[in-house]
């Protein structure tokens, strides 16, 4: 009896041991590589993954195999010479095992990311029953990161490539399924969309951790987590989170009595050192894991959180940008940012705005580095909803940078009008414009507004303007005989009526430097 319990431990645990031996030399690769998926054309290609170490891992693509060794880590990597568009493919994997992933398609790879308004949905935008009944686009394939954050960078997800049908499309990033519609309905050419997004969301967040460390204007920000950090008391915190609840409870049972909407339920405080704002915490969990698989950009549509330091956006916003080339290590690959949408109550007198600031560094951060564009949608936003639903068009104006600029499109008309110079003239400003091929005009015949002018004072008023020539405008106001500064649609929700004959919005813009209400702010 004692020898045959022994056998059976015995054989138990080398049956254990070979069982751990086969999962440890089976090689695997990250979740971005997947059936359906799409390979960027033209670009070379780093596939990768894991092996035992000393393994050798042979990649097979169309006419093309490259082998290699994993290291002692057990990671491994090639590089496959760049492809054409062509048919749906294979790729294979082969160690001691073999992995194939099949129906491959090469086109075009995007990464779409930001807050909630990239996160918002199709089903939550306009035309969700038409736009989902008609998404039947087979060489169109989308993969959805999961909301997930970490401390450190992490190397996988738990997503898969999927077909763009009327069942998967509702609940993917509508701004990105109508750019990367757009895209494919133009070059004719497969389209990979990869969304990675979360709403409410900083800039910050999104940034590497080296990038975040090395850059001396953003310490403030590390200084602020790491003093929340030091300060946590889990204890304490279950205790306000309790105390909280009963209160509540009891005012969402009176509100109920009374007919009245009931509070939101308050959430219990986690450690700092894990929440979702935390600098570098979603790019460690839902960027970082991405790369470095090949893709042609990335479009961006965030910076509603970051409003209230739109001044440190200037600095945070190209760092971010700059991050994630260097993770990819793909040159600088185009970056597609959309302006923040006019929202809030209109005003009646020209203010300052920390919306207009945040717009601004937008636009700065286009000047700051290559390859950054600004996509502007201050006619499309709604005073008492931060998320239109007009997400056609947000799509149309990003692919409209692409196909200019990164695809050489003749014919299209990549941007509305925005500012180059201006003069000052017998007591009047004339703004010139850059116009891109489409002279300026007005909505739909509707009197010029949006502008201000200010004198030495520095008090702005509603000017009176007129459009000179195909691409100037005079502004002037009889109050101000010296003129020195002019503005358009500087505001939370502008309403300037400035287009170009393509019915694109002119941006904001400010001619003058004067300190914004958002310069001092450097902390969370």
């Known amino acids: 009896m004692r020898r045959t319990l022994l056998r059976s431990v015995v054989s138990s645990v080398a049956l254990l041991l070979l069982t751990s031996g086969a999962v440890q030399a089976e090689v695997r690769l990250p979740a971005v590589f997947s059936d359906h998926m799409v390979l960027q054309r033209d670009s070379e290609l780093p596939v990768w993954g894991w092996a035992d170490a000393g393994e050798k891992v042979t990649v097979s693509f169309r006419d093309q195999s490259k082998s290699t060794t994993a290291g002692d880590d057990g990671t491994w990597k090639v590089t496959l010479e760049p492809v054409k568009v062509g048919d749906a493919s294979e790729l294979k994997v082969a160690g001691e095992n073999t992995v194939t992933f099949k129906d491959v398609l090469v086109g075009e790879v995007w990464v779409c990311s930001g807050q909630s308004n990239m996160g918002w949905t199709v089903n939550r935008s306009l035309d969700p029953d038409l736009e989902a009944a008609a998404a039947d686009y087979p060489k169109i394939r989308l993969f959805q990161v999961p909301l997930k954050t970490a401390t ?151 910076g509603e959180s970051n409003a209230s330091r739109a001044y440190q956006y200037r600095t945070l916003m190209p760092t971010m940008i700059t991050s994630w080339r260097d ?74 940078l692409a196909l200019v600029n990164d695809y050489g499109m003749d014919g299209i008309t990549k941007q509305g009008p925005t500012y180059r110079s201006f003069d000052i003239e017998s007591g009047k400003c004339v703004v010139h414009f850059d116009t891109y091929g489409s002279k300026l005009t007005t909505y739909y015949r509707e009197p010029l507004t949006g502008f201000a002018i200010a004198g030495a004072d520095k008090k702005w008023h509603w000017a009176q303007a007129k459009i000179t ?56």
């Open 152 to 302: 450190e960078p992490q190397q996988d997800v738990d997503a898969e490539w999927k077909h763009c049908t009327p069942e998967t499309i509702p609940n993917f990033t509508a701004v990105g399924y109508f750019f990367g519609r757009q895209l494919h309905q133009t070059l004719d050419v497969p389209v990979g969309l990869i969304m990675t997004a979360w709403g409410g969301t900083r800039a910050e967040a999104w940034t590497s951790p080296d990038a975040m460390a090395s850059t001396t204007t953003l310490k403030p920000i590390l200084d602020t987590w790491a003093q929340r950090s030091e300060s946590y008391d889990a204890d304490a915190a279950k205790k306000r989170y309790e105390a909280a609840l009963e209160r509540w409870k009891q005012q969402a049972a009176t509100a109920r009595d009374a007919g009245k909407p009931v509070p939101r339920r308050p959430q219990l405080q986690g450690n700092p050192r894990t929440d979702r704002h935390h600098p570098s915490n979603l790019y460690n969990a839902m960027v970082a894991p991405l790369t470095p698989f090949a893709i042609k950009g990335a479009i961006w549509y965030q």
């Open 327 to 400: 993770a990819w290590d793909q040159g600088a690959f185009p970056f597609y940012m959309v302006q923040l949408a006019n929202f809030r109550e209109i005003k009646d007198q020209p203010v300052e705005s920390d919306w207009a600031e945040l717009r601004e560094a937008q636009s700065l951060t286009a000047e700051a580095i290559p390859n950054v564009g600004v996509a502007c949608i201050t006619d499309i936003g709604a005073a008492k909803d931060i998320h239109p639903k007009d997400k056609q068009n947000v799509g149309k104006r990003l692919a409209r």
């Open 469 to 524: 020539g195909p691409d100037t405008v005079e502004v002037w106001h009889p109050e101000v005989k010296e003129p020195m500064a002019v503005r358009y649609n500087w505001a939370d929700n502008p309403q300037g009526t400035l287009f170009s004959e393509m019915y694109l919005p002119a941006y904001p813009f400010r001619t003058d430097d004067w300190p914004g209400v958002t310069e001092s702010n450097v902390t969370p």
